[in-house]
């Protein structure tokens, strides 16, 4: 889905020229921690710490080249004063008083750029409290079909690119989760998709109308959350035929972040899993929605699925066969956006002893989640500019449940998805893959 020409036989990606305008379905924690950071950066006030595009270098070449610029002078990236944002928030709430009611960044941190967040007030959002229960918003849309909503978020999307006289859009989702929904008959075919949402169908979400309006409207679309969305055949489809990137889903910050280090590791030493009993406390606006039974099943269904793809336990049964692997969320107020994450991780070695693993991760989930946001802004643009399109494995790095072609089993071990993730970078700047081989350094 990305092409496969050589290194160096493909068009040299545009030039970032113009502005780049940034829309998040979602103007909470994880958003207004992003907005609020970037412009800190912007003022020279903080560092872009977590941001591979701001703070990464890549090798380029031999070692012995000593080639190892940062990526954002490799890569033609947006600028950091280059990008506009904007939102969608059932909560009228404008940036400023969202990210002083999420309690993730402290005062001394939100009063430099208070006028700045102060200007940024979210657009009525398509919402449904039915897909999202916990969430009681009046800053909604109406219209008497889906489809008249989805064509809304379109107009929305043109109107944001003139006022403020923008080159290019990117829209990355920053709500919350939506309850669980398997892929039926409406997400087999665009057709049945638009007739699906012209008949108001239960399966046709939210998320999902983001998704078709910015693929219609040209723009990439990157889901951070669990949900489906535009990881369905139909929307699979339109982006090809559109030539429009996708990626996701779910953004990869903490517990699970964790489970692609360690669960790599177990792996390359050949030692065996018996169990691994995962919970976490937060209290945070997710927290709330993760409390509905419908809307964990959703986030349950993304963090399973990582341990069994990185251990291949069908490939290695003496080690992995039915291990235990379970994952509890709890709301737990007084904690806020600061997640507590423990896992117990009971592991075999050699003749089969026992020995544990055990992990307390104190997390800030925003403060992991905003270097995320800016890193898949850039990158979707810097992509669709190169002229990928599609699904976007590449970036498989920053997304807890990557998509992937149908009938592939996507990436989880963190170490391929970095190799993957600067390899295509090399590839689509006609630099030679690095394969970490070596040889050429010795005599023969």
Known sequence: MQGSSAAGSRPAPRPASGRLGVLTPGLGAVATTFMAGTESVRRGLNKPIGSLTQMATIRLGKRTDNRAPLIRDFLPLAR??????GAWDPI??????AARKAGVLEERDIAPVAEFLSGIAPMPAVFDNKYVTRIHGTNVKQGKTKRDLAEQLRQDMRDFKSKHKLDR???????????????????ATIEQFEKAMERNDEAISPAMLYAWAAIMEGVPYAN??????????????????RGVPISGK????????MKTVIAPGLKARMLGLVGWYSTNILGNRDGEVLDDPQSFKTKEESKLSVLHSILQPEQYPDLYKDFSHVVRINYYP????????????????????????????????????????LDLALLMDF??????????????????????????????????????????????????????????????
């Open 80 to 85: 950091l004063d280059d990008l506009v944002f």
């Open 92 to 97: 009228p709430d404008d940036a400023l008083t």
């Open 224 to 241: 951070g959350a669990p949900n489906l969305a535009v990881d369905t055949p139909a929307l699979m489809q339109l982006a090809n035929d």
């Open 383 to 444: 992509g669709h500019r190169a002229g990928l399109k599609g699904i976007q494995e590449w970036l498989s790095f920053y997304f807890k449940s990557p998509m992937a072609a149908p009938g592939l089993q996507p990436e989880h071990d963190l170490f391929i998805q970095q190799t993957k993730l600067k390899n295509t970078m090399r590839h689509l700047m006609g630099e030679e893959q690095i394969t970490h081989l070596g040889m050429e350094y010795y005599a023969s």
């Open 250 to 257: 779910d953004f990869k910050t903490g517990q699970t972040w």
């Open 334 to 373: 007084p904690r806020g956006d600061n997640k507590e994450g423990w896992d117990n991780i009971d592991i075999k070695g050699w003749l089969g002893y026992p020995m544990q693993i055990k992990v307390n991760f104190l997390c800030r989930d925003s403060i992991l989640a905003a270097p995320i946001v």
């Open 169 to 187: 859009l990117v829209i990355v989702w920053c709500g919350s989760t939506e309850i669980y929904i398997k892929a039926g008959p409406a997400h």
